[in-house]
C-alpha cells in the first residue's frame, strides 16, 4: 500500500470556509483529531441544506453515515481558517461517498484529507430508500469529471 499523499485544491469542487475554535486546540497545541469528523459533517450537511435538499427537521429522506476515515498531512491550529472541499467519489442507488478536503489558510495541499459514506434512509422506518431525485442531482454536480 502507497503512502497517502495531500491533494491540491482543484481535486474538490465545492468550498466552505470554516474558522477553527479556541476549544478545537488540544494539548498538544494543534486542532484534536475529532475536530475533523465535525468539519467533514459541517461541510457535507451545509453544501446538502445550500442546495435545498435537506431540511434537519423534516426531510423524509436521511442520511446516516455508515463509514468514515481520515488521513492527516499537517497541522491545523487556533485561529487558523479551514476550508473544506467537497467531491462526490461514488454515487450509489441509495449510499453517497463523499470525500472532504481540509486546507489550513490559503494552502493549497490538503491538510488532512477524509470521507464518509452516508446511507440514505426513510426517516421514520430507517429503512434504505433510493436517493430522491433533487439530491442526485445536486449530488452529481459535485462528481469530478461529471
Given amino acids: 500500500m502507497s503512502k497517502?499523499?495531500?491533494e491540491a485544491r482543484e481535486r474538490?469542487?465545492?468550498?466552505?470556509?470554516?474558522?477553527?475554535r479556541w476549544m478545537d486546540n488540544d494539548v498538544y497545541g494543534h486542532v484534536n483529531n475529532v475536530v475533523?469528523?465535525?468539519?467533514?459533517?459541517?461541510?457535507?450537511?451545509?453544501?446538502?441544506i445550500e442546495q435545498g435538499v435537506l431540511?434537519?427537521?423534516?426531510?423524509?429522506?436521511?442520511?446516516?453515515?455508515?463509514?468514515t476515515g481520515c488521513q492527516y498531512f499537517s497541522p491545523v491550529r487556533f485561529p487558523d481558517l479551514v476550508t473544506g472541499g467537497l467531491c462526490v467519489a461514488r454515487l450509489g442507488n441509495s449510499s453517497v461517498r463523499y470525500e472532504v478536503g481540509i486546507?489550513?489558510?490559503?494552502?493549497?495541499?490538503?491538510?488532512?484529507?477524509?470521507?464518509?459514506?452516508h446511507v440514505y434512509v426513510d426517516r421514520g422506518t430507517r429503512r434504505p430508500v433510493p436517493l430522491p431525485a433533487a439530491l442526485r442531482q445536486a449530488l452529481e454536480r459535485i462528481v469530478p469529471g461529471a
Fill in 36 to 48: 475533523y469528523y465535525s468539519f467533514f459533517d459541517t461541510v457535507v450537511n451545509q453544501y446538502l
Fill in 4 to 6: 497517502p499523499e495531500p
Fill in 55 to 67: 431540511d434537519i427537521d423534516d426531510s423524509t429522506t436521511i442520511g446516516l453515515v455508515v463509514e
Fill in 103 to 117: 486546507f489550513r489558510n490559503d494552502e493549497a495541499l490538503t491538510a488532512a484529507r477524509g470521507h464518509f459514506v
Fill in 12 to 20: 474538490y469542487l465545492h468550498f466552505q470556509r470554516i474558522p477553527t
